[in-house]
C-alpha cells in the first residue's frame, strides 16, 4: 500500500478520503497533493477523446480532489440535479465533492448551454429554451447552470454558461457558488472561479423564465475569488455576492454590460474588495446595499471584523477601488424585481450601507449620478429568516418597511467626468441622502476633469460635499434628507415610490424610460493561456508532471 502511494497509485476510494482528511485538516487553500488526483476529460481534444460525453457524468463519477477537462464543445447537460438539503432548484452540473477542478480547455469553445438538444448554440428563440421539470403544479422550476454546493476547495475555470433560466423554483443563476442560500449562515472554505463568461440570449419579460445572475456567490466567508470574468444581459445583476457578514472575497477583473445592475451585493461586508474592473452600458453600474430579504444577516457593514485596520488605515475593510464605471445609461436591459428601482443613469450606489470605502476609481459619463449614497427603505414582503437586522420598522402607506440609513462610508480620491448630464435638478457627481448619523459619511480628495481638461471640483448635493463637516471622517455628519431635492429625484429615477411619489411637474424632469429589452451578443474574451496549467499529466496535458504542486484555492488574482 505505502509503494502504491508513493508512485501515485493509490486506490480511488482511499485518493478520496484522504482529499477529505486533508480538507478538514485546514488544507483549503490546497488541495490533496496531485499524485492523488485523477484527471477526468470531457468530449474530445486534439483528436484524443476523454472518457465522458457530459460533464455531469464526469462530476458523478469523479473523487474530491479529481480534475475534470472539458473539451470545446456546445454541452446541453439534461435536467437538474438538485444538491442534498439544498432550497429550490438545482443544477445542470452540480458539484458537491470537496476539492474538484473544473476546467475547460477554452474559454469560448467550452460552452455549458442551456437550451434544448438540437438547438443552436445558445439560442434565443422561446422554442429553444430548457426550463426543467414540472413542479406538482405543472410549472417550470427553471434551471441553474454551474452550481458548487456548500462545498470548500472548488475551482471552476476557462468556459462559458448561456442561458439558464428562472422557474417556480429559483433557477436563473449561470455559475453559482452556493455555500447555503436562505440559510443565515455562511461557510468558511476556499474557492475559485476565473476566465468565465455568461450571458443570456433569451428575455420576454419580468413575469417570464429569464436570467437572473450571471456569476453568483451566496452565504461564503471564503477565501474566495472571482477574476478575469465576463457577464451581460441578465435581469438582476451580472455579478452577485450576498449573504456574508465578513465575505473574504475578492472580484476582479469583471467585466459587466447590459444588465438591470453591473453589481449587486446584498448584506456583504467585512473583507471584500472590488478591484480592477469595469461596470457599463447597464441601468445602474454598480449597486451595493443593506436588505431585509433571506440574504441574512442584514445589513451590508464594510467595518473590519474585530475592530481590525482596513487597506486605507481606517476600521473599514470593504473596497471598491481601481474600476471604471461608465456609461450606465441603459433602460433597456432585462429587469425583475429590486434590480427595476436601480436609478438609470447612475455610476456608483450605496443603498443602506455602512462603512465602506469607494477609492481610486474612474466614473464618468453617468448621466444621474456618478456615486450616489441613499437610505434603503425594504418595502418588499420579508421571508420568516429576516427580522430587519440593523434596520429601523417604519410604517409608510400603510406597510411596514425596513428602513436602513447609510453611514460610515469614505469616498476618496477617485477622478469624474461628465456625470449628470441629464441636466434635472440634482444630477451631480457626488451626492449623498442620509439622516444625521455617528459617524457620517466622508468624502474628500475627489476631483473632476471639466469641458477643458482642468481638474476642478466635483458637483455635488449635499453643495461643498469635499468641505467641513462632510469631508471630515468618523464626525457627527447628515446629507440631503429624503424630502429634498435630491430625495425626490431619486425617488422619480427609480420609481421606487411611484405609488406614492409623483415626478415633479413643470420643471423638465426627464430620466431615460424603458422602451424595448435590447440583448447584446457575448464577445469573446481572454482564454487562460495554458489550460493545462497545473493539472497532474494526461493524454491531453501530456508533457505537464505527474505530481505537480498542489492548485491553489483561491489562488490570486490573474493578470
Known amino acids: 500500500m505505502l509503494q502504491g502511494l508513493v508512485a501515485g497509485r493509490t486506490p480511488r476510494r482511499l485518493r478520496g478520503l484522504l482529499a477529505i482528511f486533508a480538507l478538514g485538516c485546514g488544507a483549503l487553500l490546497a488541495m490533496a497533493p496531485s499524485a492523488l488526483a485523477s484527471v477526468l476529460r470531457v468530449g474530445t481534444f486534439n483528436g484524443k477523446a476523454g472518457g465522458y460525453h457530459t460533464i455531469q457524468q464526469a462530476v458523478a463519477a469523479a473523487h474530491p480532489g479529481d480534475w475534470i477537462l472539458i473539451a470545446p464543445g456546445d454541452y446541453k447537460e439534461a435536467g437538474v440535479t438538485n444538491p442534498v438539503g439544498g432550497r429550490g432548484t438545482g443544477g445542470a452540473v452540480l458539484i458537491e465533492k470537496a476539492g474538484m477542478h473544473i476546467r475547460g480547455m477554452d474559454r469560448n469553445g467550452v460552452v455549458l448551454d442551456g437550451t434544448k438538444p438540437g438547438a443552436p448554440k445558445c439560442s434565443g428563440s422561446a422554442a429553444d429554451q430548457e426550463l426543467g421539470p414540472l413542479d406538482n403544479e405543472g410549472h417550470h422550476v427553471g434551471r441553474n447552470g454551474i452550481e458548487v454546493f456548500k462545498t470548500a476547495g472548488v475551482s471552476v475555470e476557462n468556459l462559458t454558461a448561456c442561458n439558464f433560466l428562472t422557474g417556480s423554483g429559483g433557477g436563473g443563476n449561470e455559475v453559482w457558488f452556493n455555500f447555503g442560500d436562505g440559510s443565515g449562515l455562511q461557510m468558511a472554505g476556499g474557492w475559485r472561479g476565473a476566465f468565465l463568461s455568461t450571458t443570456s440570449t433569451f428575455y420576454e419579460s419580468k413575469d417570464k423564465p429569464f436570467g437572473s445572475y450571471g456569476i453568483f456567490v451566496s452565504n461564503t466567508s471564503g477565501p474566495g475569488i472571482y477574476t478575469q470574468v465576463y457577464a451581460n444581459n441578465m435581469a438582476d445583476s451580472d455579478f452577485y455576492i450576498g449573504a456574508c457578514p465578513d465575505c473574504n472575497t475578492i472580484l476582479d477583473h469583471a ?299 483561491p489562488g490570486q488574482p490573474a493578470k
Open 255 to 553: 467585466h459587466a454590460e447590459n444588465s438591470a445592475l453591473g453589481y449587486s451585493g446584498t448584506n456583504s461586508g467585512g473583507h471584500l474588495t472590488i478591484q480592477n474592473s469595469e461596470f457599463n452600458n447597464n441601468k445602474s453600474g454598480f449597486v451595493s446595499n443593506s436588505q431585509n430579504n433571506d440574504d441574512q444577516p442584514s445589513p451590508q457593514d464594510g467595518k473590519c471584523p474585530n475592530g481590525g485596520i482596513g487597506p486605507t488605515g481606517t476600521h473599514n475593510c470593504w473596497l471598491f477601488t481601481k474600476n471604471l464605471v461608465h456609461d450606465n445609461n441603459n433602460p433597456n436591459v432585462p429587469s425583475t424585481g429590486a434590480a427595476e428601482a436601480g436609478p438609470v443613469g447612475s455610476g456608483v450606489v450605496l443603498a443602506g450601507d455602512r462603512n465602506n470605502i469607494v477609492s481610486g476609481n474612474l466614473i464618468y459619463n453617468n448621466g444621474a449620478w456618478g456615486v450616489l449614497l441613499v437610505p434603503y427603505p425594504d418595502t418588499e414582503e420579508p421571508p420568516p429568516i429576516a427580522k430587519c437586522n440593523g434596520g429601523t420598522d417604519v410604517i409608510l402607506n400603510g406597510k411596514h418597511v425596513c428602513y436602513f440609513d447609510d453611514f460610515g462610508n469614505e469616498t476618496t480620491n477617485n477622478l469624474l467626468r461628465n456625470n449628470g448630464f441629464f441636466g434635472n435638478p440634482s444630477n451631480v457627481d457626488l451626492a449623498e441622502i442620509s439622516n444625521l448619523e455617528n459617524p457620517g459619511n466622508c468624502w474628500h480628495g475627489n476631483k473632476a476633469v471639466n469641458a477643458k481638461g482642468e481638474l476642478v471640483e466635483p458637483t455635488s448635493e449635499p453643495k461643498a460635499i469635499q468641505s467641513p463637516p462632510h469631508s471630515e471622517c468618523g464626525i457627527p455628519d447628515a446629507g440631503e434628507p429624503l424630502t429634498s431635492s435630491l430625495g425626490v429625484q431619486v425617488s422619480c429615477d427609480s420609481q421606487f415610490f411611484a405609488e406614492v411619489v409623483e415626478c415633479p411637474t413643470g420643471t423638465g424632469t426627464k430620466y431615460p424610460r424603458f422602451e424595448k429589452v435590447n440583448l447584446e451578443a457575448l464577445p469573446a474574451q481572454k482564454t487562460m493561456a495554458d489550460a493545462c496549467s497545473g493539472v497532474p499529466r494526461n493524454p491531453w496535458c501530456p508533457k505537464n508532471a505527474i505530481a505537480p504542486p498542489p492548485y491553489p484555492v
